[in-house]
C-alpha cells in the first residue's frame, strides 16, 4: 500500500508524520490487502486565528471500488486525525463486510 501525507498552511513535523503514520497503519493494518494507496491531507482552514479549524481528511484507493474519503475538522489537529482514522477504519470493514455478503449471494452466481 502506498501512503502519502500533505499538509496545506503548516510544516510537517516529524513528531506529527510518525503519529500519523502510527495511527493509520492501526487503522488499516488488517485490511491493507485491498488498499492501493491511501493519503492523508492536514489543514489548517483559519490559519493562525484559530478555532475549529483543523481538518484531517482521508483517501484510501481501494482495487475494484469506489474510493473512501473520510473528513474531520477539530481545534486540534491530533484529534481530527485519531477521529477520522476510526472512521476510516469503520467505513472500510462496513464496505468489506458488504462485498463479503454480496459474493454469497446466490444471486450474484
Do not use: W
Given at each position: 500500500?502506498?501512503?502519502?501525507i500533505?499538509?496545506?498552511g503548516?510544516?510537517l513535523?516529524?513528531s506529527?508524520?510518525?503519529?500519523?503514520?502510527?495511527?493509520?497503519?492501526?487503522?488499516?493494518?488488517?485490511?491493507?490487502?485491498h488498499?492501493m494507496?491511501?493519503?492523508?491531507?492536514?489543514?489548517?482552514?483559519?490559519?493562525?486565528?484559530?478555532?475549529?479549524?483543523?481538518?484531517?481528511?482521508?483517501?484510501?484507493?481501494?482495487a475494484?471500488q469506489?474510493?473512501?474519503?473520510?473528513?474531520?475538522?477539530?481545534?486540534?489537529?491530533?484529534?481530527?486525525?485519531?477521529?477520522?482514522?476510526?472512521?476510516?477504519?469503520r467505513?472500510?470493514?462496513?464496505?468489506?463486510e458488504?462485498?463479503?455478503?454480496?459474493s454469497?449471494?446466490?444471486a450474484?452466481l
Amino acid at each position: 500500500m502506498q501512503f502519502k501525507i500533505q499538509t496545506n498552511g503548516f510544516a510537517l513535523t516529524d513528531s506529527l508524520r510518525s503519529y500519523t503514520t502510527r495511527r493509520m497503519q492501526f487503522a488499516l493494518d488488517r485490511n491493507d490487502g485491498h488498499i492501493m494507496s491511501a493519503r492523508v491531507r492536514l489543514s489548517d482552514i483559519n490559519g493562525p486565528r484559530g478555532g475549529v479549524d483543523k481538518c484531517c481528511q482521508i483517501d484510501l484507493a481501494l482495487a475494484g471500488q469506489n474510493n473512501i474519503v473520510i473528513e474531520d475538522t477539530e481545534a486540534d489537529l491530533y484529534v481530527a486525525i485519531d477521529r477520522a482514522s476510526d472512521r476510516c477504519k469503520r467505513t472500510l470493514a462496513r464496505r468489506l463486510e458488504r462485498l463479503r455478503e454480496h459474493s454469497h449471494d446466490p444471486a450474484f452466481l
